[in-house]
């Protein structure tokens, strides 16, 4: 349970009181405690007694270790100052109140004793002496505190835990753990399971943390540190075998990014490989489509030279019907093997084909005028 401590405006006139008020006056410039007393203030300085052999410096100085100037036993040093004559003493807790702090305030606000408050004294004490308490906290446990910290804070965020999530962060897998922050069940009781170390004492996410309201360790956090801490390597197996996790993935996921790349460089070899023959091809190539147009021609030629055979071949057949077209038209008469001779297209002997069935199947009267002027050019009778 924590020290209460009050600040007193004034000290009494009980025994210790009386006892500590003739003290101050010894060492004091002043010869009466109403002036004496304006020569003290505390210096900010304080220590909790637990045991002997771990005292600071300024304490064992001093020379009542375990004790007020008084001569009543204390537990909590602090340390006070005359500032007239440089002696430096040390209180317990029931003493350090508000007369040795006031000068303080009135230095800090600028009030004078009459306006200050008790609940500016209190203010200013509750600030003061936690500060005190948390820096004779730190000179008795400090290099205890940071060895056992610093040897579970990792254990402790794997194993306090309400649930874990594996998850994957800039190509690497991490546990995204969500910290216990309320224990359950009784301190030393089976299946007391606590809330997180860490979450309590400086997590970042945690507004009010103990490291920054206290600036030590409460007793049920510095109670879980010391369990924690004993059970360290039975916990250190959750840690390990989260480990063993994401090492297993992270093998798996080097496999696989070692497998898309040789995916990759074999694509990019594939298409280099495919380049190089393209460009040795090319030539070849050009010399392939040359030879393909070169067939294309002559099968065109042949096709063309057949197909003109077989419209000489109708055109030189004896058909009547032409010469009496010519007689209708008053055209002299002329033979095909005449026309034949001119090297006409074979656009041209398809026109006199057309019209030469036209006279064969439908006679003359068929055959139309545009028909008649085809014809006439095609002769040069035009």
Known sequence: MEEIIEAKRELGNGRWDKILKRK???????????????????????????????????????????FCLCGHRIVYHFEILNSVTGVREIVGSDHIGAYLIIKQIIQETGFTADSITDAMVADWLKNKVQSMKAQAWWEENGEHFQDMFNAIKDIDVAVNIKEKKLTMVNNDYVYNYTLKRRASGKFGDYGYQMASIVWRWNHPDNPTTQEDKYGYPNDRLWSDINLFYALRTQHQKVLDADNRVIAQYQYQRKEQLEREKKRAEQYREK???????????????????IERKE???????????????HYKKILLEESEHLDNLYDYFGMSPITLEEVLKRNLSSHDMRSLVVIKEILMSEGRLRVEAAHFRTLKRILGKE
């Open 24 to 66: 101050m006056v010894e060492l004091s410039f002043a010869d009466n405690y109403e002036e004496a007393k304006e020569e003290w203030e505390a210096t900010g300085r304080a220590y909790k007694h637990t045991h002997y052999n771990n005292e600071p410096d300024w304490v064992t100085e001093i020379g009542h270790i375990g």
């Open 271 to 289: 298409r280099r490989l495919q380049k190089i023959a393209w460009e040795v091809g090319a030539e070849q190539r050009r010399l392939d489509e």
């Open 295 to 309: 067939q294309v021609r002559k099968s065109q030629e042949i096709a063309k030279k057949r197909k003109d055979e």
